[in-house]
């Protein structure tokens, strides 16, 4: 990737259905974009930049790890099933609404997520 990195916001935090574990998720009630589901934490492989829906891929993103970082908490890493491409979105644990499953997080980050 070449250039600033931009995030669109505008239009991007909407409730949607989990592709993978059906579940119904609902929007971020903090200001940023929900972009993952919070129980199974699958995401989609829709950005080309962060929030602009661009990416005509659209392959399952499967969590592979969880890293933590001082800046922005805990940080999931991906890999999308179709492309192979890679990416890293930041947890909702401080959701007031839908957190994100903090027992899925942990079985991420030992490797017995199943």
Not at 4 to 23: D, E, I, L, S
Not at 31 to 41: E, I, K, Y
Request: charge should be positive; aromatic fraction near 6%; glycine fraction near 12%.
């Amino acid at each position: 990737m070449t250039g600033p990195r931009r995030f669109t916001v505008r239009g991007t935090n909407n409730a949607f259905t989990c592709v993978h574990c059906g579940a119904e998720v609902r929007p971020l009630e903090n200001g940023s974009v929900r972009n993952h589901c919070p129980a199974c934490l699958y995401s989609l492989h829709v950005d080309v930049q962060p929030g602009d829906r661009a990416n005509d891929c659209r392959g399952p993103l499967r969590p592979v790890g969880v890293e933590q970082s001082g800046k922005k908490g805990w940080v999931i890493l991906y890999r999308c099933e179709k492309c192979g491409g890679e990416g890293r979105n930041r947890a909702a644990l401080d959701d007031p609404v839908q957190p994100d499953s903090w027992d899925a997080l942990v079985a991420l980050s030992t490797g017995t997520r199943g």
